[in-house]
């Protein structure tokens, strides 16, 4: 990922120079410790990966989980609500650990408790949920909730609890509590105990900022207020995100409220977290339900609940989680063992930040632009004030900014894991931004929700991208990062391959050789396409079947190879012969999701799409649904469909030719799996298969169809004219029956992949591989690129197609079709060309089909668009804008 022609503006910032020039000792490692050892020993199944969203989840070592499993198998943990020697070893086990808890925040039993919850999400509710709010009256003004903005969605919801009892949420600003340090303090009733909660993160988990934890004295004292309000002050701290990489000192800063989430400081367990209680204000906490577990005394027939005295034993409803409180124990052995402790990790990830930091505000353009926006509230002067996140915006070389779904997706081809959107902190998202509320609402409406890739709204980003770093990160992950960043936007594409499976292995890419017998790959976009409705009854089965025959569209199998080669013959005689502006020049369909396509001159179309697209998918052992972005490989799996024999014969480079029957002839069991968030049914089509794909893929895989009896319906996005009692069905596909693209618009992303080829090399990358990245169904020429964006509907014969929308693009494009191998370059050159989104092809559907008799889509056959109404060209390329589609 060298940039051979870097300009001042575009190097890699030294290491050691850095650090040399800094005012402060940096740390960078564990006090002798070889970083690179523990990494080789402890997370080995990083190797070839860049994790670097640690703030969401940090990683466990394999140390350990060695020594948790070691101590399951070798005790026998009762449930602790007993009197059995093996509760008795639990309940005894899991008060070590809150001891163990209370230390590492340098604290003890006798100033907190804790209460174990399953998250820092359930702490917060809990808080919400019992602290004592004091409703508006005649006699007093209430209770106030106040949150800073800059806090987690989760401390947000607080105010819902505190709208149902009619107090009052406040927001505030970083800024005003800075101000409000300033003023210092305001003139307050001391008589008045009116109970008024606060609430702000030590950390933001957006930024990384590190807000004083000075406030919590100040604002319990009344000596900084975040409103003026008479009263007594409590603060909640949301400690997860600060803990993960620092040491708190409850001894100095006794926040009365401080949730922890522990997967954020070990990486496993995940689902437990603590709220930690100071003990002089539990009494005044209050409690509505009871579980098991938390009463001494109470009657079945009357109202009589006497609680237990326990501050933990009151709130912790029902049986804890017990083994994974157990854990703990042995996260913190293992993190102080590797690290020597929270002090280290400090500074050794506040290192790495820094220097990340530094380097990347030093990128510019040759016309000095910056290459990011960083979006933070400290210049990362040091770890009192910065936490080991940064937060940024990528932009072009005219300061517009790149959508994070754009930058994710690149950053995947590199191996490299970041995090992208708001981060659960809208407030923050907002500021940072300069997102109005108004926006917000304006965004929802245009269909962009939390979580999603939709990353700019006329032109204005949604979100961010965030990078952090864990006590695990090194120097060589800050480097690939920059090195990404560098590449992908100061340097010319490069051509290079992405490593990835080294050959030899089972399923590895083909040899060049094998590739060129490989069969013609035409495979999958980020959001496929379709298939047929598989109840057609016998009549119309049979009547298939008879046209079948007649056009001899299912050759025997033992003439596949041959026969494959046909489609694109006629293909080149349809371009030269010339059939009319727009034809069909190729059929595709992909009878296994992500495998390799299944090209044909004419085939049949059913209530789903054409017949057989999408019908089967492989999962992995826990039914998940393999794609290209995980498994590669599967563009090398050939299958063939037979109608006639109805049956698919699968093939791959180095095994045997296995055949699946098209139809389930017994009744197998119907199992459930997931496609794009919808719920399908499906059935295992064996272990015969099943043993098939393992062994070439190298992982344990099964291969489901759906059901037939199961109907899944598209989501409606209807364009004008199109009937709303219209619905359409959908087989395994990710959005739409059909994907449509255009070889005009192929040939001009072609063309700019060749122009930017090094030492003028032509071709880099022939017509026919460049259209098999992009998995069409449907292969039309045209007489101007990216026209097909502009239509609304097109019909070839009697049948009627609309357009729903275009395929926005993901990283499975980079993958070449033939060997299964990646290259960044056809994603970058697209996203480059497209601007805002990688947009290319068109999604195409039906409504129902009248399948009385066959319908067929044929290569050959003309295809008429219409036009979109008021047809603008601000979505196109400027070269566009002003051409005529020929409807």
Request: proline letters at 5%; one cysteine or more; a negative charge.
């Amino acid at each position: 990922m060298a940039c051979e022609d870097a300009h001042p503006g575009a190097e890699l910032l030294d290491f050691t120079q850095f650090r040399n020039s800094s005012t402060q000792l940096l740390v960078y490692g564990y006090d002798g410790r070889s970083l690179p050892e523990l990494r080789a020993r402890e997370f080995g199944r990083l190797a070839g990966t860049v994790y670097l969203d640690h703030a969401g989840a940090t990683l466990f070592p394999q140390s350990q989980l060695t020594s948790f499993t070691r101590d399951l198998t070798e005790n026998v943990y009762g449930n602790p609500h007993s009197q059995s020697i093996s509760s008795k070893l639990t309940h005894d086990t899991v008060e070590q650990v809150r001891y163990r808890i209370l230390a590492h925040f340098h604290t003890s039993p006798e100033d907190y408790s804790v209460i174990f919850t399953a998250g820092s999400t359930a702490a917060l509710k809990l808080v919400a949920e019992a602290f004592p709010w004091v409703s508006p009256g005649q006699e007093s003004s209430g209770s106030l909730f106040c949150y800073l903005t800059d806090s987690h969605t989760s401390v947000v919801g607080m105010r819902m609890v505190a709208k149902s009892v009619n107090v009052p949420s406040i927001p505030v600003r970083p800024e005003d509590m800075w101000s409000a340090e300033k003023r210092g303090a305001a003139a307050r009733d001391p008589d008045c105990q009116l109970p008024h909660l606060f609430c702000y993160p030590a950390q933001s988990n957006f930024s990384g900022t590190r807000y004083p934890l000075s406030w919590i004295g100040e604002v319990q004292s009344g000596q900084t207020c975040p409103v003026s309000a008479s009263g007594q002050w409590f603060v909640l701290l949301d400690a997860a995100s600060y803990v993960s990489t620092s040491s708190l000192d409850l001894s100095v800063h006794q926040a009365d409220f401080i949730p922890i989430s522990f997967y954020k400081i070990f990486g496993f367990p995940t689902g437990l977290g603590a709220l930690l209680v100071r003990n002089h204000v539990a009494p005044l906490l209050r409690k509505t339900y009871f579980g098991g577990g938390t009463a001494a005394a109470y009657l079945a027939g009357e109202d009589f609940y006497i609680p237990r005295q326990s501050v933990a034993e009151r709130f912790e409803d029902g049986t804890i989680s017990f083994l994974d409180v157990i854990a703990l124990k042995h996260g913190f052995d293992a993190l102080e063992s590797l690290t020597g402790g929270m002090e280290n990790i400090t500074q050794h990830t506040f290192t790495l930040a820094q220097y990340t930091y530094t380097a990347l505000s030093s990128l510019r353009y040759p016309n000095g632009a910056p290459v990011v926006r960083i979006y933070s509230d400290s210049d990362f002067s040091s770890p009192e004030v910065q936490g080991p996140i940064i937060n940024f915006n990528v932009l072009d070389d005219n300061g517009t900014i790149i959508g994070y779904s754009q930058v994710d997706k690149m950053a995947s081809l590199y191996n490299i894991q970041v995090r992208t959107g708001c981060f659960c902190n809208t407030g923050a998202c907002q500021r940072h931004l300069g997102i109005s509320d108004e926006m917000v609402k304006k965004h929802l409406q245009a269909g962009h929700v939390c979580g999603d890739d939709v990353d700019l709204i006329d032109g204005q980003p949604t979100g961010s991208v965030r990078i952090s770093f864990g006590y695990m990160s090194t120097l060589q992950d800050a480097q690939a990062f920059l090195r990404f960043i560098i590449a992908t936007r100061l340097c010319p594409s490069s051509g290079q391959a992405i490593p990835q499976a080294a050959p030899g292995e089972a399923g590895a890419p083909l040899a060049e050789s094998e590739a060129q017998n490989a069969v013609t790959a035409t495979v999958s976009r980020c959001r496929p396409s379709s298939q047929e409705d598989t109840r057609t009854d016998s009549r119309v089965w049979s009547d298939l079947l008879t046209a079948m025959d007649a056009v001899g569209l299912c050759p025997p199998v033992l003439e596949a190879n041959r026969m494959q080669q046909t489609p694109s013959e006629k293909a080149t005689g349809i371009l030269n012969g010339g059939v009319g502006p727009h034809v069909i020049t190729n059929l595709y369909l992909y009878p296994i999701k992500s495998c390799a396509a299944f090209e044909v001159t004419r085939w049949p179309v059913g209530n789903q799409g054409l017949l057989y697209d999408r019908s089967w998918m492989v999962v992995n052992h826990n039914g998940i649904c393999l794609s290209q972005k995980q498994e590669p490989r599967l563009c090398l799996i050939q299958p063939f469909i037979d109608l006639q024999q109805r049956i698919m014969v699968i093939k791959a480079t180095g095994m045997d030719p296995i055949e699946v029957p098209l139809e389930n002839g017994e009744q197998a069991p119907i199992c459930q799996s997931k496609v794009c968030a919808d719920r399908v049914n499906t059935y295992d089509c064996g272990e015969k298969i099943s043993s098939w794909l393992s062994k070439f893929l190298g992982r344990p895989c099964h291969l489901i169809k759906q059901s037939s009896d199961f109907q899944r319906n598209a989501k409606k996005k209807h364009s004008k004219g199109q009937s709303d009692d219209t619905t359409a069905t959908l087989s395994l596909v990710n959005e739409a029956q059909y994907l449509l693209i255009n070889r005009s618009s192929v040939l001009e992303l072609q063309q700019q992949l060749n122009a930017s080829g090094e030492n003028g090399k032509e071709d880099v990358l022939p017509m026919k591989d460049l259209i098999s990245r992009f998995r069409a169904n449907i292969i039309t020429n045209g007489t101007s690129a990216f026209e097909e964006e502009k239509w609304d509907e097109i019909s070839v014969g009697s049948l009627r197609f609309q357009v729903v929308g275009p395929c926005h693009r993901c990283q499975m494009i980079c993958i070449d079709q033939q060997t299964g191998q990646r290259n960044q370059d056809v994603f970058q050159k697209l996203s480059e060309s497209r601007k805002r989104k990688v947009n290319f092809g068109v999604y195409l559907m039906h409504g129902s089909l009248d399948l009385s008799s066959p319908r067929f889509l044929s290569v050959g056959s003309q295809v008429l668009p219409v036009l979109k109404e008021n047809t603008g060209g601000h979505d196109l390329p400027a070269s566009e804008k002003h051409q005529d589609v020929i409807a």
